[in-house]
């Protein structure tokens, strides 16, 4: 295997290939998932809402129709 992306934590790897859009989008997707993490506990900051909805775009992302070209946005 030959890892083409490795953020430490999230790694596309592959055979001796390069990865494909909806490998590389999901890699951006899980990082941006892990980024984001720290204000799940965090219930007063004042713009918990849109992070929490923000999170659940990155997670419904995948299945909608605009996957991989159009990314969520906070």
Known sequence: ??????TGTHKIETAGRLPSD???AVFWR????????WIVP???HPQY?????????????PA??????????L
């Open 1 to 6: 295997m030959i890892t083409l992306l490795d």
């Open 22 to 24: 909806s490998e590389k």
């Open 30 to 37: 899980d990082g941006q998932l892990s980024f984001t993490d």
């Open 42 to 44: 965090t219930t007063d």
């Open 49 to 61: 809402a849109a992070y929490i909805t923000y999170r659940q775009a990155l997670r419904d992302w």
């Open 64 to 73: 909608s129709l605009d996957f991989p070209a159009t990314r969520p946005t």
